[in-house]
Structure formats: C-alpha cells, structure tokens
C-alpha cells in the first residue's frame, strides 16, 4: 500500500511540472514582442509559393490542393526521343613508356679502390607496373658486374647482348628508384662506360567500367512503345574482349567484341529497365582497348505526353467557393451599374467583404520567360488554352472545379519544362 501511495505522490509531481513548464511558456510567447511572436507562431504552408516579396495576403490564407514538379513535357512531332552520349572509351591495356636515364655512365675498380656509378629515376605509377626493362649499350668495358635496384641485386655477370635489355622485378620498384652499377671484382683497374640508358615501363591503364545517366520524365517514361540503344564499336588496339552492359542494374548485353564486326549495333531494351527520373547505363570490359560511338538511346513513344494529377476539395472549402449569394450580390452590380466605374466597383468590393469567398488558383512555374510554352489544359472535363512566354502563368479556375474529387491534364502543344505546378484555395 505504501508503494502505490508513493507512485501516486511521484505521478502527481511530475503532471505539476508539466503544468508549471506549459504556463512558463505560454507567459513566455505571451510577453515576447509582436514580431518575434508571429515569427515564432508562424507555420509553414510548404507548397504555395510567392510571387513577390509584398505579399498582399498572407499564406495562412491559402489552402493547399496540389504541389508536383513535372518537369520536363513533350509534344512528340517525330514519335522519338534521342538521350545521346558522349563517346565511351572502355579499356584494360597495357601501355609502355620509355624513359631516358642517361647518355652515359662510367664506372671502375681497383684493388683498393671502388668508384660505381648511381642513377636515379621516378616511377609515378609503379604500383601498377607490368614489366620494367633496362636499355643499354656497353661502350667500353668486360669482365662481370653488378646492379642493383634499390639495393636489391637485379643483375650479375659478363653483359652480353643476349642478356639484354635486364627485366627489373616489380616487386623491388617504387616511386623513387636507384639503379646502382658496380665493377665486381678486379685486381687491376677495371672500368666499364654505358651509353643510351634507358627504361622501357610497361603498367597497367584500366578504365573497365563507364556509367552514363540520363533523365527520364513522367511523360516519357509513360509514352514509351519501344526502346533501342545504338552505337558503332571502334577498336583502338585489335582483341577481343567481353562486354555486359546494364541499365539500372538490369543486363541488356553481354558477349565477345569482335574487331572485325562492321556496322552500328542496335540492342532492343525492355520498357520496364527504364524508369522515370535518373537512370544509369552501365559498360563494363575485361579486357582490351574499344571506343563506342555515336552512342543513343532512342525511344519510339505516343504522340504526345499527357500529365494528368488529381486534387481533392472538401466539402467546407467548397462551401467558399460557390456562394450563391455572392453570385446573387454581383450580379445586381452589374444590373444597377455600368461595368468600369467607380460605383461598380464599390459595389463589387461591398460584395466582396460582406461574403467570405474562395478562389482556387492553378499556378505554374517554368525554367524561363523567354520560349514559348503551348498547351490544352483540362480541369475535369473543361479545358482552356494556355499560350505564354512568361515565367509564370496564373489562372483562376473556380468555374472548372467541382466538389470532392478533380482531376488536372495537361496535353503539351510544344516542350517545354515546368518547374512546379500548383492549385491552391486563396481568398477573394
């Protein structure tokens, strides 16, 4: 019994400083000044945009219907859309180099005296060496000798021209080299002069994987009735070699590259690899030395693109939207007054404050206000002609709306990109 008086005596003090914590608060927000107030308890719409920093009317009055990005809309004259690339160079080869030591060298020896000669020479790629070997042309000079690279003996003996060129292990190369050439032995004096040094480097270039993206719209990715990609092979060094190539992780390819194979390749690609938004195609080698060109993705689609989306109206914002006696109202304006002046106008804004009316705004946003943008827009079964170079295009459509549910389409005359689309309820 005393441990539940407890959990009751330690429940009722935490619900006190909850209590005591809201009523600091609300004094808080209370005493704060007006603008910071409103800043604070200002909540943000999201999706309905300004069309200036004045703005007449505040956000808290506009209602939310739809906000999408569609992006780019197609009016497909030719019935095909090209995604071209940029050539692809995919290899695994191995690239040789030469590199110039010296002219010439000297070294000697003597009983009691050693003088061999030391060359340097930087690597800037050994890790990926394939084979390294060293050039030279014995000017003077017989009897044995030693080498070393990078303390490591490399070579010991009489040069004799089958001995040539001296391949240096990979395993002893690094970025900074020394080649180290010493007279064996000798009891007299022995010197040896070397002409024309030189490393013949042979390493590894890989470029075994390319990806490439591409954009699909909504519009595209709907009308799709077939898709190609085409391009010409070009082998830089002849081989063979495989290739796969993906497209969103999905193979669309894979076989030997053939160098005597004449002619454009062209791979059928299943509608359903292809995706709206970004999209990857993928080329992967295992060996040799190929170039594709003139690389596209062509797709054979409908007519015309068609971004069709639906919006919602309740039935208390709709209730602001037709109001019959608003109608009424104005209409005995336009009975008692001729339209343009100023007691029209009265009337209209006395109708207009007595009745609390909505407005549903459809607005859209381009990426320019210098091309033109075409299109038949249907609201329901209604539609208007929208002709603009504008950067954005405004329109009431309160007449086109009904209650519940709507739906909007719009059928592109000529392409053109729309940033974002949107309706909302605004007041009159």
Known sequence: MRERRGALEGGAAVAAFVLLLALFIIVYVILLPAEQRDELLKYDTGTIPSDSTETTQTELNKVSLLAVSPGRVYKFDEDTIKKEFNNIAIYSKITEELIDLRDKIYFSRTLFSNTPETVYFRLENAEVADKVDLYFFLAKGSGDILIELNGQKVFDGKIITQELPIELPKNYLKKDNTLKFIVKSAIFKKEFE???????????????????????TSSEEKGIKKAELKYYLNCVNLGEGLLIINLNNNQIYKGKVLCDTAGETVLDIEKDFLKEDTNVLEFNIDKGDFILEDVVLELEVSEASEEEYTFFIEDDDYDYIDVPDYDLCIDECKDSYTKGTTDYTDCVADCDSEYEVKNVILRMKFDNKIDSKKAK????????????????????????????????????RNDFTIGSLNIYLEEK
Do not use: C, H, W
């Open 194 to 216: 070397l002409s024309d040094l030189y490393l013949k480097y042979g390493f590894m270039e890989e470029n075994k994987k390319v990806k490439r993206t591409f954009v699909m």
């Open 377 to 412: 827009i249907f609201i329901n079964d209604i539609y208007f002609n929208m002709d603009t170079k504008d950067e954005i295009f405004k329109k009431d459509i309160s007449d086109y709306v009904q209650r519940g549910a709507n739906y909007i389409k719009i059928e592109p």
